[in-house]
């Protein structure tokens, strides 16, 4: 083993010891494992094609419903685009409500909705290969479209009531305290979306506790992306709009919808991490933890795609070879004179008394049978 190898072998002990290490290093470990970054540019994607519609299909209903309120209409509609830094003003002059006759309206609508469906199924698939799911314990085609409806009505209720929030604050809390109640209910709400989010869009049976921390997490991930997230896209925006031109706008609208879906997943898998304790992690395999295999286990289990296929996981006697521990053993010399010690009778035929004094009533034993029926008693003291 090269000596750089060795260097690498011992940080990754010192790592499995210390929770500090070990419990950050497991959790982007099973990001990778999970293959949560191809699922986050798929909700990217999903969710650059549904946004506009949404918005469409959104600024639909706000028409029907507060038909004699534009000024409120204009001010909903502002709060969710306000949601997308340096592109929501853009997308503002582009948002507009469908209009039509009553039929093809109401097949607008439903098409709108339909084509949405996109980022629910593409979150949900993603939730579930996170939690590492049982293809058969999926939900159905029905099933999945449902939950994914549900989640479209929570953001739109999540929206209204942060738009609420930020009107009604200024009403019952006067002075510079006004943002900071604003703020901290538009927190609270962003909370409660996580958490619902979390346990609807996983069809493993989870309790609040399981996905609290994070919940927790993607609400400030979610807070981080907003006001770092602005100077981000305005980056990208930057140095793209003199190659790219318009299209620097799809750009920067899919580089932050990536980043969001990145650590939605990432706060996922922590709640993966802490529910079964999956850390410590080895880096360098073999040999394997032993939540490194419970993490095969439920990678290889994932895999039943029928309730007639069972699948087991089993680990060769090479999950368990630890290089470094067989480097250290090459290296330690044999004991001098450990063969003439553990043969004495070979040595010294005339001073054989030993088989006699343990066993005095039994005839001479033949050659081999005595040192075979004794071995174990002889080797213990010389390894000892």
């Known amino acids: 083993m090269n000596p750089a190898e060795v260097v690498v072998r011992r940080i990754d002990k ?16 099973k990001f990778g494992n999970d293959q949560a970054g ?17 918005l469409l299909l959104f600024a639909t209903i706000l028409g029907f419903v507060l038909s004699g309120h534009p000024h409120l209409q204009a001010q909903l509609t502002n709060s969710a685009l306000g949601n997308f830094p340096i592109i929501g003003a853009q997308l503002r002059s582009q948002t507009h409500s469908l209009r039509g006759s009553g039929a093809a309206l109401a097949v607008g609508v439903f098409g709108t909705i339909y084509g949405v469906q996109g980022i629910g199924q593409a979150a949900e698939n993603a939730m579930n290969t996170v939690w590492n799911v049982p293809l058969t314990d999926w939900p159905s085609f029905i099933m999945r479209r449902l939950r994914g409806f549900a989640i479209l009505g929570l953001l739109g209720l999540a929206t209204l009531l942060t738009t609420a929030l930020a009107d009604v604050a200024p009403v019952l809390v006067h002075g510079g305290a006004s943002p900071i109640w604003s703020v901290a209910g538009s927190l609270l709400v962003n909370l409660g979306l996580s958490f619902v989010a979390f346990k609807v869009l996983t069809a493993a049976p989870l309790t609040w506790r399981d996905v609290a921390p994070g919940a927790v997490l993607a609400t400030v991930f979610w807070e981080i992306l907003q006001n770092l997230g602005g100077y981000y896209v305005h980056h990208t925006l930057q140095h793209a709009t003199s190659v790219y031109g318009f299209f620097a706008i799809v750009i920067g609208l899919l580089s932050w919808l990536y980043l969001g879906a990145m650590l939605v997943l990432l706060a996922a898998e922590i709640n993966v991490v802490l529910r079964y304790r999956l850390w410590p992690r080895s880096m360098t395999q073999p040999p394997f933890t032993a939540q490194d295999k419970a993490t095969f286990v439920r990678l290889g289990m994932m895999e039943e795609r029928r309730p007639e296929v069972k699948v087991a996981v089993s680990f060769t006697a090479e999950a368990d070879r630890d290089p470094l521990q067989e480097s250290a053993d090459t290296v330690e010399p044999e004991p001098t004179g450990a063969p003439e010690a553990a043969e004495p009778n070979a040595a010294q035929p005339e001073s054989a008394g030993a088989p006699e004094s343990a066993e005095p009533n039994r005839a001479q034993p033949e050659p081999g ?6 071995q174990p008693a002889d080797a213990r003291p010389l390894t000892g």
């Open 369 to 374: 049978e005595d040192r075979q029926a004794n």
């Open 14 to 29: 010192f790592q499995q010891r210390h929770v500090v290490v070990a419990f950050p290093f497991a959790v982007f470990q």
């Open 38 to 54: 191809g699922k986050a540019a798929l909700m990217a994607y999903y969710g650059l094609f549904s946004l506009f519609p949404l």
